[in-house]
């Protein structure tokens, strides 16, 4: 008998053909893409047919009307007397949507007196002015109270002190994509708020100042909360008692370098800091 392996021959009993195996990757794949198909077809009718689920699914454009309106509810909340400011609006770019698409967030602002150690009860009373589905409600924060409500549509409102006699109310939407990106709503016409602000600026010498910038949001009943403003630039620093005459020698709150005053329906915030003067003059909601 030789002891010669024998070459070239396969036993029948031998390892499995591999085209099976590679029939089943065929499938495999065929499947997965199906399946990447139909996940995409179901996406894209979800985003066109139901409400939005979650903030990226609004984008900035989108978004803007509801931040508006928020400012408008606030304002009214605040009440004529207690409203101060209405902040110009602040895209702020550079967030990211997802990890491959980038965003930007708008935010605006809304300023309340709230004289020291009043800050949660004006924050409280805002909260319960605020329309029922905001679910607004003030608890403690690191720097004191906080307010804290939904404006709907995934846009988030806080407020909390600023130990300057006033509290800041946020309307944020968080990172978004752009859409076609946030507008304005159209200037209207200047009204008493631009008088008030001539006159507190002729007081503090300023009469020729650039025009001022106007910032408006929709009142809930109708018409609009409206703030004019004028920044002044390096060394133009004032005092408060060239406006204490239009205050009636009462101001509504004397915390320097702030100072605010009520102008028939205005009120003339006044922010005197050593390095510049600021000035906003507002016209609120109705209550």
């Not at 009373?125 to 404006?151: K, T, Y």
């Not at 949001?217 to 406006?243: E, I, N, V, Y």
């Amino acid at each position: 008998m030789s002891g010669a392996v024998q070459t070239g021959w396969a036993s029948s009993a031998g390892p499995a053909a591999p085209a099976p195996a590679r029939s089943w990757r065929r499938w495999l794949l065929a499947a997965t893409v199906a399946w990447a198909v139909l996940l995409a077809l179901l996406t894209w009718m979800s985003v066109r047919e139901d409400p939005p689920t979650v903030r990226e699914q609004r984008s900035l454009d989108q978004a803007g009307p509801v931040v508006d309106r928020a400012v408008g509810e606030l304002s009214r909340a605040a009440g004529v007397g207690g409203l101060l400011e209405l902040s110009p609006p602040r895209i702020v770019s550079g967030c990211r949507v997802t990890p491959f698409a980038d965003g930007a967030r708008l935010r605006r602002e809304v300023g309340v007196l709230a004289p020291t150690g009043s800050e949660q009860a004006v924050l409280a009373g805002i909260a319960d002015r605020l329309p029922a589905g905001w679910r607004a409600g003030v608890g403690p924060g690191l720097d004191g109270p906080e307010l804290h409500a939904d404006a709907g549509e995934f846009v988030a409102v806080k407020g909390r002190p600023t130990v300057d006699g006033r509290v800041l109310l946020l309307v944020d939407t968080g990172c978004r994509p752009v859409g076609s990106g946030y507008r304005s709503a159209q200037t209207p016409a200047a009204g008493p708020e631009a008088a008030a602000l001539t006159a507190a600026l002729t007081a503090l010498g300023r009469p020729g100042d650039a025009a001022p910038e106007l910032v408006t949001a929709p009142c809930p009943g109708g018409g609009l909360a409206r703030t004019a403003r004028s920044a002044g630039g390096p060394g133009q620093a004032a005092s408060k008692d060239a406006l204490a005459p239009l205050a009636g020698n009462a101001p509504l709150l004397d915390q320097p370098p702030v100072y605010a005053y009520r102008a028939g329906p205005v009120t003339v915030l006044a922010d005197l800091a050593p390095d510049a003067t600021r000035l906003a003059a507002t016209v609120g909601c109705p209550s």
